[in-house]
């Protein structure tokens, strides 16, 4: 079924395990995190970020099939706007029925990136659905999710409080987007985000992290683990394998199904490293 994000937020951070999230880019990345939450049992987080949504030219046709995914499944799935900074974009989300949005206004100066993110906050909660938010270095340049960005706990209190988000994507390492898996996470960051915060923390740019330290960083402190560009490569080498393999297919069902089976191992695979709920 279609769920909220906020059982298994609640869940996965008391106990120190993962909340899976992976991106969905087309149908096939949708039915396949459906069909590896179904075979092992888990939550998983569908997300769709504001950049697949420019690709696509439009959030309804990709969100009312990851919503109907979600609601044919027998395992628990969340509908999530990733990466959102256009406003009219998470109240259409909204409308849509998401049951989960981040929004990002790191862009804006500090306080009114806290006024903005707050107003975004009180119209998602009147309708049951769930806030993320990110915090890099105030005033950073680097982008949030760069290798040298740190969150500061202290600034991370004062924003939650004044906020009120549902969890927080902190930058403590990691990058968007790498295509080897060789980030070094800062643990000790870690534990003092999850000291300081009640809030779950998300970890985006997970692609770039090694099996070994996703466990970690778990059972430091991160409960919402992202992960985008590890899939596709996944889905990437399997469709080019089966095309090197077969030059004469042309049914895209071929080597998309292929791709999409290739994917479905690997989660399967991811959920048990991060030990999702
Ligand atoms: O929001 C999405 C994630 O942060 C994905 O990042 O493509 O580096 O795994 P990634
Ligand atoms: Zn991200």
Known sequence: PLV?????????HAERRGLAAFNVIQLEHAESYAAAAEAAGRTIVLQISQNAVRYHGALAPLAKAVIAVAEASSAPLVA??????????VREALR?????????ASALPYEDNVASTAEVVAEAHAVGVAVEA??????????VHAPGVRTDPKEAVA????????????????SHAMTERTARL???????????????????GSSGVPDETLTAAVRTGMTKINIATHLNHAFTDA???????????????????????????????????????
Do not use: C, N, W
């Open 4 to 12: 909220t994000p906020h059982e298994a937020l609640r869940r996965a």
């Open 80 to 89: 999530h706007l990733d990466h959102a900074d256009d406003r009219a974009l």
């Open 96 to 104: 849509l029925g998401f049951t989960s949005v981040m929004y990002d």
């Open 134 to 143: 990110e915090l890099g270095e105030v005033g950073g340049k680097d982008g």
């Open 159 to 174: 924003f939650v409080r004044d906020t009120g988000v549902d969890s927080l994507a902190v930058a403590v390492g990691s």
């Open 186 to 204: 800062d643990l000790a960051r870690i534990a003092e985000l999850r000291e300081a915060l009640d809030v779950p923390l998300v970890l985006h």
């Open 239 to 277: 469709v080019r394998a089966y095309l090197a393999e077969q030059p004469e297919v042309v049914d895209p069902r071929k080597y998309l199904g292929a791709g999409r089976a290739a994917m479905t191992d690997e989660v399967v695979r991811l959920l048990d490293v991060i030990d999702a709920v």
